[in-house]
């Protein structure tokens, strides 16, 4: 694995700056990536054998993609936006999965790691980066069952939605009545339609 600074040099370059969630991200990264067991994430052998979930859409989740090499595009990164600070690592060969937590007493010890910094940003940032994995984050190891059709590969499936006419993918359709609906007919979307 490279080394903490090369991380942070490329989760910076990658996200536009350098941040304390970017920190926190190369860290969480590297804690969870070690606790299920997987070395190199970029190698030919790990690229295809690890799934991460990832609970916020903010600065971490880039650092995460950065280190791990995981994408939401190759179905290896997914995202779980639940506001919250936090990673599942899923070792795919030997079915492990550990849950990584930042935690929030994490903000307050920042001015003891990086007293000399300006600002509490730069001093969670720099302190982040030599702050003890047990003061930053809480690692629980936990199950994620996942599906057939949530694993990385060709789409399993393709069926045309009966009311809008778009085509959903990998078992993602809704039955109703019958009917075959995609999630934001059935369910309501996250859009809505103009009228002409």
């Known amino acids: 694995m490279k080394s903490l600074q090369e991380h942070l040099a490329e989760a910076a370059a990658f996200h536009g700056e350098s941040c304390p969630g970017q920190t926190l991200g190369v860290r969480m990264a590297r804690a969870g990536l070690r606790a299920v067991g997987i070395d190199d994430p ?6 295809k054998q690890i799934i991460v979930f990832v609970e916020i859409d903010r600065c971490a989740a880039d650092a995460i993609m950065v280190v791990t090499g995981c994408r939401v595009g ?3 990164m997914k995202l779980k936006d639940y506001g919250i600070m936090a ?3 899923v070792n795919l060969e030997s079915g492990r999965a550990v849950r ?3 935690r929030e007493e994490a903000r307050e010890l920042a001015l003891s790691y990086a007293p000399g910094a300006s600002g509490k940003y730069e001093q969670q940032r720099q302190a982040y980066a030599v702050m003890p994995e047990e003061d930053l984050f809480e690692l629980e190891e936990v199950e994620v069952l996942l599906e057939p059709e949530d694993m990385p590969g ?3 499936s393709r069926v045309k939605c009966d009311r809008c006419g778009n085509y959903v993918q990998d078992r993602r359709e809704v039955n109703d009545s019958g009917a ?17």
């Open 100 to 102: 990584v937590v930042a």
């Open 180 to 196: 075959v609906l995609c999630r934001s007919c059935a369910e309501g979307g996250y859009f809505r339609r103009k009228r002409a």
């Open 74 to 76: 190759k179905r290896t």
């Open 87 to 89: 990673a599942t690592f």
């Open 42 to 47: 970029l190698s030919d052998r790990w690229r």
């Open 154 to 156: 060709p789409p399993l």
